[in-house]
């Protein structure tokens, strides 16, 4: 494998190191120039400002005039401001800017350099007053435990672009005060969908990001975790007050103007539930109480411009309607497509070769699997053959991730522990074998889900 980074003077390559048939194209005009995020983590020891950081970084990209073809740029060692104080450097949603067989072109972009500090907080529990189950989970963003969580979420049609750029700019829009009268537009995300396609994790993951995205704008940055399930306490005198008592924790939190306060409803589903169980009159009255102070308490919160509602449903039919009229984007959240389920089992299958969990074939740890389009079209050309163990290994992934039809992301991820698990002798693992055991277990898996 090439470096990801290569100096100018050196021709483009592609991923596999080969000198591209291209030459290098002028530089763009200015104002033609995509915006590539590269993201800047720094070591948790490092106390320098992240003022101090970008700057190192601009000037870095800026000297070098470089071209990358993937992966983290090193932390370059022959500087040790940046060395001491960079964990890893990493360049986001670089596919606009990409040309000439995947070569991104520094000179050609307009690189924007965001540097974060992960918090090792952990999350802040609030038990409720039954004891039992924590009506709300709060986190300080960026955090280490949603780190990489964005790139392990695989989707197609550009979902996850759409959301941040949705939420971009609703933030913008607010930031610069248009006017809501004249443009309306709200704070709040509907992700509806299936049971295990990424929601919940698509929302903090999208916190997490934003945090990061806006951190010159927002120093700070909170995710409230409510599980609207919880708030339908058993003692029902209980639940009005605790819908109370959260909100007026995020009240405090947004007061802050500094503070970019994320608020994620989980299973948001059960309001309608519970107004509807109230109108029959199987539930208290109570319950529709409940439903409209949340909504009540969502309004309220619209006029604060630091904050972002994410919400999230299995069932989408039995959404309040008064809720779903409230969220600007409500999108579908289906289960993976062929070309996700591919690229899901590839992540695990890296991990399990990184890891020296599979083995078995000469440097197996540093193989590195082609994605789904360049499998199809190595497997498509004419002088295709299976000699290689690679290629030998992505022709079976195919055929693991066409057998794992209807599976969802969260069954998909558990797929390869269960295999492993059903091994003969696991401890030593060829992957053809273990692909093999793959398409086995999946096709349990699958027969035992529900019609
Ligand atoms: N599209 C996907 N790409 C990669 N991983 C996925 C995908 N969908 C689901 N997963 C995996 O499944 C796990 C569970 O997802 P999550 O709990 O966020 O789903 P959900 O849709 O909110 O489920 P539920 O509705 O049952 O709460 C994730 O942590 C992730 O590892």
């Not at 005039?65 to 960079?86: M, R, T």
């Not at 299976?386 to 969260?410: D, I, N, Y």
Request: net charge negative; aromatic share 6%; glycine share 4%.
């Amino acid at each position: 494998m090439s470096s990801p980074m290569e100096t100018e003077q050196n021709p483009p390559t592609d991923q596999n190191g080969a000198a591209s048939q291209h030459s290098p194209p002028p530089p763009l005009p200015p104002e033609d120039k995509v915006l590539v995020p590269i993201e800047v983590c720094l070591k948790p020891s490092s106390t320098v400002s992240i003022h101090d950081v970008r700057s190192a970084i601009e000037g870095m990209l800026e000297k070098r005039s470089l071209s990358y073809n993937g992966g983290p740029i090193p932390v370059p060692l022959d500087e040790p401001f940046l060395a001491d104080n960079v964990q890893r450097i990493c360049v986001c949603d670089a596919g606009e800017g990409m040309q000439n067989d995947n070569v991104l072109l520094f000179w050609q972009v307009k690189p924007v350099v965001h540097v974060f500090q992960l918090s090792e907080e952990g999350p802040c529990e609030d038990i409720s007053s039954d004891g039992q189950s924590s009506s709300f989970n709060e986190w300080i963003l960026p955090a280490k435990e949603f780190d990489g969580m964005w790139e392990s979420l695989i989707y197609e049609s550009g979902l996850k672009q759409r959301l941040l750029r949705y939420a971009a700019s609703a933030l913008l829009f607010t930031e610069k005060a248009v006017d809501p009268f004249l443009v309306s537009w709200n704070r709040i995300i509907l992700l509806h969908g299936p049971p295990g396609t990424g929601k919940t994790s698509l929302c903090k993951a999208l916190a997490q990001k934003l945090s990061i995205r806006f951190n010159s704008r927002y120093t700070q940055a909170q995710l409230v975790e409510v599980n609207a399930h919880s708030l339908f306490s058993k003692w029902f005198s209980e639940s009005g007050k605790l819908v109370a008592k959260l909100f007026q924790k995020i009240q405090e939190m947004v007061e802050e103007e500094s503070n970019l306060v994320f608020v994620l409803i989980d299973e948001v589903e059960s309001l309608a539930a519970a107004r509807k169980a109230a109108l029959s009159g199987s539930e208290p009255s109570d319950s529709i109480r409940v439903v409209n102070a949340l909504l009540t308490q969502m309004d309220k919160l619209k006029s604060s411009p630091n904050v972002i509602i994410l919400t999230t449903s299995n069932i989408t039919a039995a959404i309040d309607i008064a809720f779903v009229d409230r969220a600007d984007i409500k999108a579908y959240v289906g289960p993976p497509t062929l070309q996700a389920r591919y690229e899901i089992l590839r992540s695990c299958l890296q991990e399990l070769m990184r890891t020296g969990i599979l083995t078995s074939f000469e440097d197996c740890k540093n193989t590195v699997l082609p994605n789904y389009a360049s499998a199809k079209q190595r497997m498509n050309a004419p002088n295709f053959h299976e000699a290689t163990t690679s290629m030998q290994l992505c022709k079976q992934l195919v055929e693991t991730a066409e057998a794992c039809e209807g599976m969802s992301g969260r069954s998909l991820r558990k797929l390869p522990f269960l295999a492993h698990a059903a091994l003969a002798n696991p401890f030593d693992c060829n992957p053809i074998k273990f692909l093999s055991s793959m398409v086995d277990t999946a096709k349990r898996e699958r027969s035992e889900l529900p019609d």
